[in-house]
């Protein structure tokens, strides 16, 4: 089992870069697929980004490819988030998520494990 907290989020301006970071209990944080995923209000939680346990592989959204980064410190239990060049609908609350198993990294209902999310605003 693993627990997830997130952190980083905030208020920013269009154009402004963030970084979030997704720390984790537990000693086999290296075996976790881990992914971002995010849910603006009154939409669907949709996928953000996804990272295997190696971070050999990662994957992307196309709405953010280009801009967001995934990365993985299996060392310090996290994994981070970089967002460069925000856009307004980039704006939701972030949540991280882990599996051990997934196999279509895109969907959310593949991860077991959630963190409580945090909130990212990028104003225009």
């Known amino acids: 089992q693993v627990q997830l907290v997130e952190s980083g989020g905030g208020l920013v301006q269009a154009g402004d870069s963030l970084r979030l970071s997704c720390a984790a209990s537990?000693?086999?944080?290296?075996?976790?697929?881990l992914g971002w995923f995010r849910q603006a209000p009154g939409k669907e939680r949709e996928f953000v980004a996804a990272?295997?346990?190696?971070?050999?592989?990662?994957y992307y959204a196309n709405s953010v490819k280009g801009r967001f980064t995934i990365s993985r410190d299996n060392a310090k239990n996290t994994v981070y988030l970089q967002m460069n060049s925000l856009k307004p609908e980039d704006t939701a609350v972030y949540y991280c998520?882990?599996?051990?198993?997934?196999?279509?990294?895109?969907?959310?209902?593949?991860?077991?494990?959630w963190g409580q999310g945090t909130q990212v605003t990028v104003s225009s």
């Open positions: 998520a882990a599996d051990l198993v997934a196999s279509i990294y895109g969907r959310a209902s593949e991860y077991d494990y």
């Open positions: 537990g000693r086999t944080f290296s075996r976790y697929v």
């Open positions: 990272i295997t346990s190696t971070g050999a592989r990662t």
